[in-house]
């Protein structure tokens, strides 16, 4: 089953979500407005059509971004959800067939309020095009400096590595900067170490070893969990345990796994295409490479770029 779903913008950068009315499967949980495809239409028009039906509003098709296609399974149902951003719009949009909608900031909506299959929407709507990760360096406060500069470019995602360096001193360093994180709408993950993200209330970045022991998801709904995944079967488990995000490598031939065969942008792709939540490519790529990621189904590239 093919099935759209529209995430509305306005001009604040707020998105629209619709709650399930009672009767229907998943009553009460929200979800992005959208429905099936009919007999012979476009992923557009059925779009076009489930909004005028739902909302009451004639959207502009020019106006429609790419998001996220999530593969999910309800029971024996599986289906194709097809995400698109809206820009464009009139009319006011009204809950014609929802129990109700709602106008939030991205960043203010709880993943587990939204119906499973749309927690993978919410995901890339927020996550930004690059994410960098951060080798600490021999102090805590040189660590921290390192995280300030990265701020200062402005990027927002950053993944703070464990390896190489003790857990204490990069625990110390992410809780010198988490006021400034926090300040600038940034999100920092501690790399491997649970224990520590819910301790400085950060999110974490899984190993492929960590999520085959893992059953659920690490952490709160409410921070970031993103894993590691280098084939098939590791994306499907980052995707099971719940997390929000994965990174997919190597792309390229990479200096960080020298001895493994490169994916390539084809199968990157088919991987990406056949995962349920947003996937970076990783390994041997960087900012130069984002055009091409964004092309082959990825939501950015991931690596240590711009911090050495």
């Not at 109700?100 to 996550?127: K, T």
């Not at 819910?198 to 952490?219: D, K, S, Y």
Request: hydrophobic residues 45%.
């Amino acid at each position: 089953m093919h099935v759209v779903a529209g995430v509305l913008v306005d001009e604040q950068g707020r998105i629209l979500i619709a709650q399930r009315p009672a009767g229907k499967h998943l009553a009460g949980m929200w979800e992005f407005p959208g429905g099936k495809l009919e007999s012979g239409e476009s992923a557009v028009v059925a779009l076009e059509r489930e909004l005028d039906e739902e909302l009451g509003i004639r959207v502009d098709p020019a106006s429609f971004e790419a998001c996220i296609r999530v593969p999910w399974r309800y029971g024996e149902r599986s289906m194709l959800l097809e995400a698109m951003l809206v820009r464009g719009w009139t009319g006011r949009p009204q809950a014609l067939d929802a129990a109700a909608i709602a106008w939030h900031p991205p960043q203010d909506i709880d993943p587990a309020i939204l119906a499973p299959a749309d927690r993978p929407i919410l995901a890339a709507v927020r996550l930004p095009a690059r994410y960098v990760t951060i080798a600490p360096e021999a102090t805590p406060a040189a660590t921290a400096d390192v995280v300030r500069a990265t701020l200062a470019r402005g990027e927002r995602l950053l993944r703070l590595r464990t390896t190489g360096g003790e857990p204490d001193v990069v625990r110390e360093a992410a809780a010198s900067v988490l006021a400034e994180i926090q300040a600038c709408g940034a999100t920092l993950l501690l790399d491997r170490d649970i224990a520590g993200a819910l301790a400085l209330g950060i999110g974490v970045h899984l190993a492929p070893a960590q999520l085959r022991g893992l059953t659920e998801r690490p952490l709160p709904s409410t921070l970031a969990v993103g894993a590691s995944c280098h084939d098939a079967d590791d994306l499907e488990r980052a995707s099971a345990v719940g997390c929000d995000f994965a990174t997919l490598s190597p792309v390229l031939p990479s200096r960080d796994r020298p001895d493994a065969e490169p994916l390539g942008w084809p199968r990157f792709a088919r991987l990406t295409e056949a995962a349920s939540l947003p996937v970076y490519a990783g390994g041997g790529v960087g900012p130069d490479e984002l055009a091409e990621a964004r092309m082959h189904a990825a939501q950015g590239v991931a690596g240590a770029f711009g911090t050495g």
